[in-house]
């Protein structure tokens, strides 16, 4: 079973990760859904000298379905789980995007001055539960469900490389890269990723949108820079994936 504390505990820290990283884009971040609320805010409202901007809640997918007849999460977090065979499950994604909007609702309803703002939801998967590249056919197809959602936001993290990296022999590149390898401690670059609701009331601000990566997904999966509507996925309804019993 999942450790409710221990997810808790994620999930607050992945909410540090977008806070740091919109600062890192010179972004003001203010957090809304504080212990002092008294109804259920989005967890960020984001600000640039010219005033409000966005919107953002934060949410943390651990598992990608629980299974009842082994009493298993579909989770790396969970190490009871042995072999297994698991149906694609949009749900958890369509729930968060479901709360995220019930709490921007609740915020308009109180504060009118926010209802032009664009809402992003910011979300963080378990490598089993990253079903979001299933979930991008729906969003670009159209799907009316969350007008209010602008957008979902992921974050890339990068090893940074050297600028002359790319000048290197493969040799010299291959010796850099066993280097790292033995690094514990290695500069990292992050970007936000960018999937956005063709269907949203409101667009993402040009300004944010030029400094994040477009969502895309390849033939494996893969996430890149090639705007999204130029990329592909495979038809599959089901996704099967084993995992060797810890």
Not at 92 to 99: E, H, S, T, V, Y
Not at 112 to 117: D, F, G, H, P, R
Not at 226 to 246: E, G, T
């Amino acid at each position: 079973m999942l450790n409710s504390e221990e997810s808790n505990q994620r999930a607050t820290a992945n909410e540090a990760v977008v806070e740091e990283q919109f600062k890192n884009l010179s972004y003001l971040v203010k957090r809304l859904d504080g212990k002092s609320s008294k109804r259920r805010r989005p967890d960020f409202l984001i600000s640039s000298s010219s005033g409000p901007q966005m919107l953002c809640e934060v949410k943390t997918i651990d598992s990608g379905g629980y299974m009842h007849d082994k009493g298993v999460h579909v989770s790396t977090q969970d190490e009871t789980l042995g072999k297994f065979e698991c149906p694609v499950s949009l749900r958890k994604i369509d729930d968060n995007l479901a709360n995220a909007v019930q709490k921007y609702n609740a915020l308009v309803e109180d504060d009118s001055s926010v209802a032009t703002l664009p809402l992003l939801v910011a979300s963080f998967f378990d490598q089993l539960a990253e079903f979001l590249p299933f979930h991008r056919l729906s969003i670009e197809k159209r799907d009316e469900r969350f007008p209010e959602v602008s957008g979902i936001l992921t974050i890339k993290e990068d090893v940074v490389m050297p600028t002359d990296f790319k000048n290197l022999s493969h040799e010299e590149q291959g010796r850099y890269l066993e280097k790292l390898a033995l690094e514990d401690d290695l500069p990292h670059s992050k970007d936000f990723i960018l999937l956005q609701n063709e269907a949203a009331l409101r667009e993402v601000p040009p300004d944010f949108e030029r400094q994040c990566l477009a969502y895309t997904v390849c033939h494996d999966l893969e996430i890149g820079r090639v705007p999204a509507r130029n990329s592909s996925i495979p038809a599959a309804a089901r996704l099967q994936r084993s995992v060797a019993k810890r």
